[in-house]
């Protein structure tokens, strides 16, 4: 779905690595969309999988994770994990995005902050959030979504569900799909976490739970 990207993006990034990795939880509700219960344990057990493996990692939740704050660390940042609600608003890309929490209320992390980045450190990049694959085609059949604007900032890949995931699916397949990264590249972590997430009992095993995550970009092996 972002094939059209003219211009090749170029591997020196990957070899000039000095970012740290930047981990995201919004557990607030906003208006009709309940809080995310589960999100502060799924952050804080990715925050502590990536230090045991000598990655420094920032942690931040809520207001300290404001739009502004999150687009400053997204420069710096080699891989990005964030976990909240978002929001698909169809024709509407400056409403649609990523909702995060301030001291006034809600704010949309958006598609047009998110394409002023340059994000040439950035590795790799998970979407834990409603719609948050989904995508406007526009005229020639070209697309714009949150995957695609982050690819062509400068991300290497990006895992992203196409519709909504329970909080404690989500988290299940979270573990599984960091643990599979460290042997394997991004797509085939996905695939083997999709078939982890099969052979599983109960509603984890229900293919609508977890066959809208899609990774889009350049799936390379990454590095911990």
């Given at each position: 779905s972002i094939a059209f990207q003219p211009e090749k993006r170029s591997s020196e990034r990957r070899a000039q690595e000095t970012g740290k990795p930047l981990v995201v939880g919004v557990?607030?509700?906003?208006?009709h969309l309940p809080p995310l219960q589960r999100t502060r344990e799924q952050i804080l057990w990715l925050q502590n999988w990536l230090e045991k493996r000598g990655s420094e990692c920032s942690a931040i939740f809520d207001e300290?994770?404001?739009?502004?704050t999150v687009c400053e660390r997204l420069r710096n940042a080699s891989l990005f994990h964030i976990s909240c609600h978002g929001e698909?608003?169809?024709g509407k890309?400056?409403?649609t995005g990523l909702l995060m929490k301030t001291t006034q209320g809600m704010e949309i992390l958006n598609l047009p902050q998110l394409s002023k980045l340059h994000l040439k450190q950035l590795r790799h990049a998970t979407l834990i959030s409603c719609w948050g694959a989904d995508n406007f085609i526009l005229?020639?059949?070209w697309i714009l979504s949150l995957p695609q604007v982050l690819w062509r900032a400068g991300a290497g890949t990006i895992l992203a569900s196409l519709w909504e995931v329970e909080e404690d699916v989500a988290e299940r397949f979270v573990k599984l799909f960091y643990e599979n990264l460290r042997a394997h590249s991004p797509d085939v972590a996905l695939s083997r976490s999709q078939a982890g997430m099969r052979n599983s009992g109960g509603k984890y095993?229900?293919?609508?739970?977890w066959a809208g995550f899609q990774i889009y970009g350049d799936p390379q092996p990454l590095r911990f």
């Open positions: 557990t607030v509700g906003f208006g300290a994770a404001s739009a502004e698909f608003v169809q890309p400056e409403c005229p020639g059949r095993r229900d293919v609508r739970q």
